[in-house]
């Protein structure tokens, strides 16, 4: 038997050397070429996860009778819609608070360096952390403008250009009355003993995506709306902004509501330091009802996925892709652990209460070694 395996294992020749740096230059080569290509990636990816969430919509209609180009094209009058309403009543006030927040920013950051120095008054202890924290407070309020303009240029790159929005529109629309072609030549390119993973996981992701998109929509709009009228309730104003902010802030997961409240915060610190302590319990609320109420009731399980590897995918693909990759972290997340799944996984044997057991005597180990 050991002979026979000694066989099978046959020595590195010059030929299988070349192969092998062949392949490596391949792989550079493409992962090079990706990079170069990482705008248009990046918008055929939008584009992908757009459809996997507007597809059931479609294939509900599809299923009443209609045909898919019908389903589309009142999918698409829908949106116009909406857009139209958002353009006509919404976008005009959430500018003009956002123009109301720069303006006020100023007079915020001289009313919190007037309550340190009251503060540093009383307790004399903390004056020495007064011209510090002066100079933090100016240099913050004078790149908030910086900021919001970073944010704005940010917010536009994810579509990019009018000419990529046109083509990220047709691009949708020929995906969604058509998909077919798409999905087929993904499976073609699968071999066929792994096309039934290859197919379980683009079935998983659909389904995942579209309960990520309806929870990100139904939670942020439940969000905003509660944050909004309970700061214009305790008197931090401009409400309406901290209410979209807070919207917008459930796209970036894990940091985006934390990010998204500094503004409100910063305001309140201004007025004061009640104030401040009301808007903290204001946004400290607002995440409490939305982590232990709406999420698992939205959601539910349908997004199994681990804190930790949500928020590693979050910053690596923020790194990497900038405010557009923080929006796809957790379709990335959620493919890489339907990939595993399905391709390593579920063709061996795994003991998932053994592993935990087994990973409960690693931390009670590790508690009793240190004396705990």
């Known amino acids: 038997m050991s002979t026979a395996n000694n066989s099978d294992r046959l020595p590195l020749t010059y030929g299988g050397l070349k192969r092998w740096l062949g392949l490596l230059l391949l792989l550079g080569l493409s992962a090079l070429v990706v990079w170069h290509l990482k705008p248009v990636l990046l918008l055929f990816a939008l584009v992908f996860l757009v459809a996997m969430v507007l597809n059931p919509v479609v294939a509900f209609l599809q299923c009443k009778g ?129 096309r039934e993973s290859a197919r379980n996981t683009l079935s998983r992701l659909a389904l995942q995506m579209a309960a990520w998109a309806r929870g990100v929509v139904i939670n942020g709009t439940i969000t905003a709306i509660s944050t909004g009228i309970l700061l214009s309730l305790i008197g931090v104003q401009p409400a ?29 610190l201004g007025l004061g330091p009640a104030k401040f302590g009301l808007t903290v319990l204001v946004y400290l609320f607002v995440q409490q009802v939305e982590t232990n109420l709406l999420v698992p009731f939205v959601l539910g399980k349908a997004m199994d996925l681990s804190p930790i590897s949500i928020l590693f995918f979050t910053l690596s693909m923020t790194s990497l892709f900038g405010l557009t990759g923080a929006i796809l972290a957790v379709p990335t997340a959620a493919l890489f652990k339907i990939v595993l799944d399905e391709f390593y996984f579920r063709h061996r044997p795994v003991n998932e209460l053994e592993i935990k057991e087994d990973a409960k005597k690693i931390i009670l180990y590790q508690s009793g070694s240190s004396g705990l």
């Open 240 to 268: 309406l902004f901290f209410g979209v902010l807070a919207f917008l802030g459930e796209f970036l997961p894990m940091i985006g509501p934390l990010i998204m409240s500094f503004p409100a915060l910063f305001v309140a």
């Open 66 to 194: 209609l045909r898919r180009p019908i389903g589309v094209a009142i999918l698409a009058v829908l949106f116009v819609i909406l857009f139209v309403l958002a353009v006509w009543f919404l976008i005009p006030a959430v500018l003009d608070q956002a123009d109301e927040l720069l303006k006020q920013f100023p007079k915020a950051a001289a009313q919190v360096q007037s309550e340190i120095l009251e503060y540093s008054r009383r307790y004399p202890e903390v004056q020495n952390l007064v011209p510090e924290t002066n100079q933090m407070l100016n240099a913050f309020g004078g790149q908030v403008g910086d900021l919001m303009q970073i944010l704005a240029k940010s917010t536009f790159r994810v579509v990019g250009s009018v000419f990529d929005a046109i083509i990220a529109i047709l691009l949708l629309l020929f995906v969604l009355i058509n998909p077919e072609p798409v999905v087929a030549g993904y499976l073609k390119l699968v071999p066929a003993e792994h």
